[in-house]
T-cell receptor, first 115, second 120 residues
Framework: EPEVTQTPSHQVTQMGQEVILRCVPI?????FYWYRQILGQKVEFLVS????????KSEIFDDQFSVERPDGSNFTLKIRSTKLEDSAMYFC?????????????FGPGTRLTVL | AQTVTQSQPEMSVQEAETVTLSCTYD???????LFWYKQPPSRQMILVIR??????QNATENRFSVNFQKAAKSFSLKISDSQLGDTAMYFC?????????????????FGTGTRLKVLA
């Protein structure tokens, strides 16, 4: 069964460094999402992406964040200058379509630790 | 703003027993969907069950069923005949319908999760 994959599973970085989190969505899916979960807190929506542009972003998704689909298979989340509070589990998801009955399939997550 | 609350950070249940995970939510909307997702250790979140708010009948999927109380804004998950493979983090999630017919995102609002351990 096709799955969403994410790499790396754990990323450790120094504050101020740039990180790129990678996701490979399910191949026939058209909508892509990033969520994050700070330890002990809720899973929060960051951004959705469709047709090579951002559909919606949350207030968390500030200018330090960007997303792109560089090669038609990968979907990346870049944090330009990491802060301590960016430490979290980041989940990528994808869906076939936009509607609620199009289930979002999640990856296993990347744990980002900012020192 | 919509919120989802899961008040039980951890629970345990003996194999073959029944366990209920609680979830409450807050919204002023009338049209929405509710979900339970399961995340086994080091694995993806997978959808367990979904409930449309306009349906009065509680959703069931094999050993998983929900108790949806719309007026109380409560959405609990019952797992019957618990199995060792049910050990996981369980997330309750809410999804509002976007305002626009062709714009906006169907995005989840999650709770903090309940870690369930099934004991042999």
């Amino acid at each position: 069964e096709p799955e969403v994959t994410q790499t790396p599973s754990h990323q450790v970085t120094q504050m101020g460094q740039e990180v790129i989190l990678r996701c490979v969505p399910i191949s026939n899916h058209l909508y892509f999402y990033w969520y994050r979960q700070i330890l002990g807190q809720k899973v929060e929506f960051l951004v959705s992406f469709y047709n090579n542009e951002i559909s919606e972003k949350s207030e968390i998704f500030d200018d330090q964040f960007s997303v792109e689909r560089p090669d038609g298979s990968n979907f990346t989340l870049k944090i330009r200058s990491t802060k301590l509070e960016d430490s979290a589990m980041y989940f990528c998801a994808s869906s076939v379509g936009r509607a609620v009955y199009n289930e979002q399939f999640f990856g296993p997550g990347t744990r980002l630790t900012v020192l | 703003a919509q919120t989802v609350t899961q008040s039980q950070p951890e629970m345990s249940v003996q194999e073959a027993e029944t366990v209920t995970l609680s979830c409450t939510y807050d919204t002023s909307e009338n049209n929405y969907y509710l979900f339970w997702y399961k995340q086994p250790p080091s694995r993806q979140m997978i959808l367990v069950i979904r409930q449309e708010a306009y349906k009065q009948q509680n959703a069931t999927e094999n050993r998983f069923s929900v108790n949806f109380q719309k007026a109380a804004k409560s959405f609990s998950l019952k797992i019957s005949d618990s199995q060792l493979g049910d050990t996981a983090m369980y997330f309750c999630a809410f999804m509002n319908l976007p305002r626009g017919a062709t714009s906006g995102t169907y995005k989840y609002i999650f709770g903090t999760g309940t870690r369930l351990k099934v004991l042999a």
